[in-house]
């Protein structure tokens, strides 16, 4: 790691002044939880460690935090389970190598919750590190076509697996996946009257209508006034069929809603909205989209939320119909994707030592087939070869950034001692 980079609670503490205030507590209780969840917090930290180190000169569209939790089962719009990656708040373009050592750092952290030994560890980030630079050869070899739609269909790639643990993890979050869906999420978050109306939960402080809050925090006084104009410009975004399906549905209740770990306390907002039939609900999830911590100055005058758009659907195979962007009346850049649709994540908390390895050069595998679309897979390929170093040197980056991510940790542990950061709301 550069031996003058930024304090890293003083990073946080920057951060936390654009974001709702009432959030920062819980932002501060979540990433302080383990390594891992400080790591899923700081994308921002290692993109500035990166940037002071030697890089490679192959360039693609970055998930930019590419860490195990960002990889994940939804459905596609013909209602068959993929899995991909599926967080593109930070997408950019960037050598392919970022995205591939925050994966394995974030591998490590998983080991080292599962108590693996340093050599376990080692070999771990090798054989994913390994898995990436495989993948990249099999997509090298592809033609274009046959590249641009290969797609992990769930079911079919679980139903080829032997009966391990690892496919009997993959078989459970697929269950959870196909229960999550967006049907399930209104009965959560919703509250139904009997004269057939309906309102979001009032929860604070991780769901907060909009209509409760201070207007201080709001995009405009008039509350329907900033919908509608909300709602046209993320109407503007979409195809025009997706136009014509959402225009016969109305928006009846909005609130903040607190998600993740690195995203809470920025403006992430879900909005129900209603159409014509009795059984016609809908919920949409907005996020604020903030400049990518891999962007230059430069590049951060463009919509933030299209860039998000844009890069997920360059780094999907196939992606959120209801994929859009928009701008509040304060300038707020938003993108819009549905709230849940058979989206879910493999438990990393009790995996097995073998499953996380199979599980890592899934990922992998994944993550080289959304840069061979974005770049040049043949360069890449030729690049890598098959030697062997290329794994061993980022599994040897891997531990080293582990071991700073746990110095960060403490720090950060130590800041809420001290109460430099509230742990209290």
Known sequence: MPQDRPDPIARIEEQNRSRLPWLIAERHRRMAANPFAWFRGTAAQMASDLEGLPRSGHRVQLCGDAHLMNFGFYASPERSLVFDINDFDETAPGPFEWDLKRLLVSVVLVARQLKLEASDQERLARKVAGGYRKAIARFAALPTLKLWNTLLHVERFVAELPATAFRRDLEIAMDQAQRRTGRQAIQKLCEFHPDGT?????EPPLIWRHRLVDQEWMSHPDHDHAIALMTAGYFDSLPA????????????????????????????SIALLKGPHAD???????????????????????????????????????????LGWTTTPRGIHLY???????????????????SL??????????????????????RLSA???????????????????A???????????????????????
């Open 198 to 202: 309906a309102l979001i939960r009032h």
């Open 336 to 354: 819009w994707r549905q709230l849940r649709d058979w989206k879910s994540a493999i438990n990393l908390e009790s995996i097995s030592p073998d």
């Open 280 to 322: 016609d609900w809908f919920l949409l999830q907005s996020k604020q989209a903030l400049a990518s911590c891999l962007q230059s100055t430069a590049d951060a005058e463009q919509h933030q939320g299209q860039r998000v758009v844009e890069g997920q659907r360059l780094m999907q195979c196939v992606s959120d119909p209801f």
């Open 357 to 378: 390895k199979a599980y890592g050069r899934l990922c992998a595998s994944v993550l080289a087939r959304a840069h061979a679309r974005s770049g040049d897979p043949d």
């Open 241 to 268: 069929h997706r136009r014509h399906l959402l225009s016969r549905f109305d928006v009846v209740d909005t609130a903040y809603k607190a998600v993740g770990v690195g995203s809470v306390g920025t403006r992430c």
């Open 383 to 401: 690049e890598l070869g098959e030697d062997k170093r290329f794994d061993r040197a980022l599994a040897g980056f891997a531990l080293a950034c």
């Open 403 to 425: 071991d700073q991510v746990e110095i960060d940790h403490r720090s950060m542990l130590q800041a809420m001692a001290s109460g430099r950061l509230t742990s209290s709301g």
